[in-house]
């Protein structure tokens, strides 16, 4: 590290921090992923059964009585909302991708050694 310029020094640390960056993403998008799969599960579920059937939703630590109406509009909504997180969780993943690409290739050509 000591014949590195601390210009290039400085591209490693933004390198690293981008990394770690993208691991958070990566983890968020995944937790999103496996929550919208039990929420359209579930929708896919609560639509099969009758319309007078009784239907438990959980509360915190509580199961209280609903509608069927009414979970299958909460279920739509929270679909809804998920796919919109994990579509901005995607943008910043290919955001923070291509930063890492750019300040590899950055480094890489300030690491080469100059023709001459």
């Known amino acids: 590290m000591q014949n590195i310029p601390p210009q290039v020094q400085a591209m490693l640390g933004q390198l690293e921090s981008y990394q770690q960056q993208l691991q958070l993403v990566i983890q968020q998008k995944q937790k999103v992923q496996l929550e919208l799969t039990e929420a359209k599960k579930a929708l896919e579920e609560i639509e099969k059964v009758d319309d ?9 630590t509580l199961i209280v009585k609903t ?6 509009e909460e279920l739509k909504e929270k679909v809804e909302t998920l796919e919109v997180r994990l579509n ?8 923070l991708n291509e930063k890492l690409k750019e ?14």
Do not use: D, F, M, W
Request: glycine content about 8%.
């Open 52 to 60: 007078g059937t009784t239907i438990y939703k959980t509360v915190g």
């Open 67 to 72: 509608e069927k109406a009414k979970a299958v």
């Open 88 to 95: 901005a969780l995607e943008r910043q993943e290919k955001k």
């Open 103 to 116: 300040l590899t290739a950055q480094i890489q050509s300030a690491l080469r050694p100059t023709a001459g």
